[in-house]
T-cell receptor, first 109, second 117 residues
Framework: DAKTTQPNSMESNEEEPVHLPCNHS???????IHWYRQLPSQGPEYVIH???SNVNNRMASLAIAEDRKSSTLILHRATLRDAAVYYC??????????FGTGTRLTVIP | GAGVSQTPSNKVTEKGKYVELRCDPI?????LYWYRQSLGQGPEFLIY????????DSGLPNDRFFAVRPEGSVSTLKIQRTERGDSAVYLC???????????????FGPGTRLTVL
């Protein structure tokens, strides 16, 4: 599986936008970029995914670099409920998800 | 609607004992996955079922671990002769399509926390 690199932790003030980066320099042309997050004491939950174009849904936006070697998950207004570990995952067609260690987001009231 | 459920939520056992962990996937989901998550780490893949058959068991750490899904719905993860290193949160997920679909979304249960004393 192609690997991703994320910062171990980030902080954000409540009500401010958050940009969570992910590097995936070995991405192949058919890899989809998936983001999941894991709230404390819960299982992971799907956030968003994309291939080449930027994507928006009710939870977040995904900005994908033109060369696809990096992407950014954008939370437009962080709330305390967004405090979680965010995982950037390349879906290579394998059946399983390879999670890595993710970015722990702390939201400061 | 009902999500993925897992029972028990917590299991404490002694070294050498046998344990079973149960997963009830979302109704209609044909794909089912088991992951294991150690403290401070991301989930690690164990096994994937498509219907009743184990399509990929490459993540099972050794032959003490076994999983079944006899009717293509509920799955049971079985661990024999438990060791202290088996202590972790065991997560189950299900998805609507084949796991090979690159856009397929996995829905996770809350996990079972296994502690081996």
């Amino acid at each position: 599986d192609a690997k991703t690199t994320q910062p171990n932790s980030m902080e954000s003030n409540e009500e401010e936008p958050v940009h969570l980066p992910c590097n995936h320099s070995t991405i192949s042309g058919t890899d989809y970029i998936h983001w999941y997050r894991q709230l404390p004491s819960q299982g992971p939950e799907y956030v968003i995914h994309g291939l080449t174009s930027n994507v928006n849904n009710r939870m977040a936006s995904l900005a994908i670099a033109e060369d696809r070697k990096s992407s950014t998950l954008i939370l437009h207004r962080a709330t305390l409920r967004d405090a979680a570990v965010y995982y950037c995952i390349l879906k290579t067609g394998a059946n399983n998800l390879f999670f890595g260690t993710g970015t722990r987001l702390t939201v400061i009231p | 609607g009902a999500g993925v459920s897992q029972t028990p939520s917590n299991k404490v056992t002694e070294k050498g004992k046998y344990v079973e962990l149960r997963c009830d996937p979302i109704s209609g989901h044909t794909a089912l996955y088991w992951y294991r998550q150690s403290l401070g780490q991301g989930p690690e893949f164990l096994i994937y079922f498509q219907g009743t058959g184990a399509a990929d068991d490459s993540g099972l750490p050794n032959d003490r671990f076994f999983a079944v899904r006899p009717e293509g719905s509920v799955s049971t993860l079985k661990i024999q002769r438990t060791e202290r290193g088996d202590s972790a949160v065991y997560l189950c997920a299900s998805s609507l399509k084949s796991g090979g679909q690159w856009t397929d979304t996995q829905y996770f249960g809350p996990g079972t926390r296994l502690t081996v004393l």
